[in-house]
């Protein structure tokens, strides 16, 4: 039920859109409220998501180390993988972002008869991933010709640069094709890796064929459904979208609503899902924090502040207690009134 529920989901998304396009009127809830919508809860949800987790208390400095840390002179540090300044981290976390270098250190581990238990390299996972993040950053980039008059030349090095190996016409562009790939890749895996499958659940699947359905309606009208596609209208729509000037003036096509109103529920689901790790990493104590603990103290500021409280203090509080429990104690009991010493 895991991968039924998900599909369902998207598959009633695109018939809400399908349908719902065809009732007059309704273009603009779909191309104009609901895009500007989808853009408030993403931003006020990312921005609450990253606010929430900054407030989050961290007792202990728990960054994760995978090599050697800094000692004595002639034992030589990981510094990537133990950083003790604030260059090192910095360092860390670049790599980590840019070239997802924990994905790339990954390893599989096998249980085969014996019993033997071998680690296995695990790239296809980290090659995978980083072309469907990049494909997926090249593409956003591309849309943004949509959203700009005149068209940055930046874009326009992209766009070329994306469509270098030009197949037919329209361009095709490499990420396209790359994303695609990538999307297919990383949903089989869960389907075909015992672990893997088990450990997912139906949020995980969701994310997955909505941003199928996303690539595959865009791939539909760029290349087979192109003549249905009214490029011109979409661009003023988009421009009045940016400039808060939004006009809906021809009958763009009822696959561009869907794969508008996809996007939109990408948006809005982001900020509350496991895609949110794109601005969690930045705030993963297991990756931002310096591994000096014997160096410097880590001391919690959200700890209350705890007023001293001497063994004698102790005592003299609890005297009584103590003595009809027969622990020792340092002082004798003083004598109550009307009582003998």
């Known amino acids: 039920m895991k991968y039924a529920f998900p599909l369902a989901a998207v598959i009633a998304l695109i018939l809400i859109a399908l349908i719902g396009v065809q009732i007059p009127g309704m273009q603009y809830l779909f191309g104009v409220v609901i895009p500007y919508l989808a853009v408030a809860v993403f931003i006020g949800g990312f921005v609450y998501r990253v606010v929430h987790w900054g ?19 002639w034992i030589k540090q990981n510094k990537l993988e133990a950083p003790t300044t604030t260059s090192q981290v910095v360092a860390r976390m670049f790599m980590e972002v840019v ?76 990420t396209d094709v790359t994303i695609l790939l990538a999307l297919l890749f990383l949903f089989l895996r869960r389907l075909s890796n015992p672990q893997v499958r088990y450990l997912s659940l139906a949020n995980d699947y969701f994310p997955l064929f909505l941003l199928l359905s996303i690539v595959t309606t865009g791939v539909l009208m760029r290349f087979f459904l192109r003549t249905n596609v009214d490029i011109e209208a979409i661009k003023q729509l988009a421009l009045g979208l940016v400039t808060f000037h939004p006009t809906i003036v021809a009958d763009i096509s009822a696959l561009f609503y869907v794969h508008l109103f996809l996007v939109c529920v990408l948006l809005a689901y982001f900020p509350f899902s496991k895609l949110m790790h794109m601005g969690g990493v930045f705030l993963s104590p297991t990756r931002n924090m310096a591994n000096d603990s014997r160096m410097k103290r880590h001391i919690n500021p959200w700890n209350p502040e705890i007023k001293p409280h001497s063994y004698a203090s102790y005592e003299d509080e609890f005297r009584a207690d103590m003595v009809e429990q027969g622990i020792p104690v340092e002082k004798e009991l003083e004598p109550q009134a009307g009582e003998t010493a």
């Open 55 to 73: 407030k989050s208390p961290v007792p202990f400095k728990i960054p994760t180390t995978c090599g050697q840390q800094y000692s004595l002179p």
């Open 99 to 174: 070239l997802f270098r924990s994905l790339w250190r990954n390893t599989k581990a096998t249980v085969y008869d014996g019993p033997k238990l071998t680690y296995e390299s695990s790239k296809w996972l980290w090659l995978f991933g980083i072309v469907f993040h990049y494909s997926f950053l090249v593409i956003i980039f591309r849309h943004l010709r949509l959203f700009m008059e005149p068209v940055p030349t930046l874009v326009v090095w992209a766009e070329t640069l994306d469509s270098l190996l030009q197949i037919g016409a329209p361009l095709m562009y490499i």
